[in-house]
């Protein structure tokens, strides 16, 4: 498709189990983004690439997210021994050359429910 | 602390009257400004993207104005239909930063 898109779209976890999600942003764009976005909020910012090079990871809560990009196309944010407050909603985003000029495209999400 | 504040969160209108939607920022240091459309357990549709150089953009029924000088923009979507219900999200990308700053959103149902 020509769209951002992301698997699973749901996923339920036990708590303490580790969770790994997927997303394919669109071809060619060289900037990818996850957020995580909680009942009722905004979506809050989490991790950055630049092709392959995660150039910001600073709004990743814990040590137990991870997200890597390998071959700058497809990336996976890895949640290490989830907990109950990682519960939200996963976006990720891609965009077009420099960011600060391209629009940010949106997947569907993916939905974790830690129960 | 650079924030994006959408008020209020959540509004009403009959079909057929226009939808102002109303979006404040702190930092008028912005690259760009962003307005998303969100349905219930959806992603982001991204409406229209408004460079800091820029005032409006319109895309069909949809108008969206950027005064970077009061920290506002508004989204306007003429003769709103059932169709428009949604949330609608504002997004920031401010100086110094790669990242989206967002609002709440407003979520708005429109009355048929």
């Known amino acids: 498709g020509a769209g951002v898109s992301q698997s699973p779209r749901y996923k339920v976890a036990k708590r303490g189990q580790d969770v790994a999600l997927r997303c394919d942003p669109i071809s060619g764009h060289v900037s990818l983004f996850w957020y995580q976005q909680a009942l009722g909020q905004g979506p809050e910012f989490l991790t950055y690439?630049?092709?392959?090079?995660?150039?910001?990871k600073s709004g990743l809560p814990s040590d137990r997210f991870f997200a890597e990009r390998p071959e700058g196309s497809v990336s996976t944010l890895k949640i290490q021994r989830t907990q109950q407050e990682d519960s939200a909603v996963y976006l990720c985003?891609?965009?077009?050359?420099?960011?600060?000029?391209?629009?940010?495209?949106f997947g569907p999400g993916t939905r974790l429910t830690v129960l | 602390k650079q924030e994006v504040t959408q008020i209020p969160a959540a509004l009403s209108v009959p079909e057929g009257e226009n939808l102002v939607l109303n979006c404040s920022f702190t930092d008028s240091a912005i690259y760009n400004l962003q307005w998303f459309r969100q349905d219930p357990g959806k992603g982001l549709t991204s409406l229209l993207l408004i460079q800091s150089s820029q005032r409006e953009q319109t895309s069909g029924r949809l108008n969206a104005s950027l005064d970077k000088s009061s920290g506002r923009s508004t989204l306007y979507i003429a003769a709103s239909q059932p169709g428009d219900s949604a949330t609608y999200l504002c997004a920031v990308l401010y100086y110094g930063n790669n990242r989206l700053a967002f609002g709440k959103g407003n979520q708005v149902v429109v009355i048929p």
């Open positions: 690439f630049q092709n392959e090079a995660q150039l910001d």
């Open positions: 985003a891609s965009s077009f050359g420099v960011v600060t000029y391209n629009e940010q495209f």
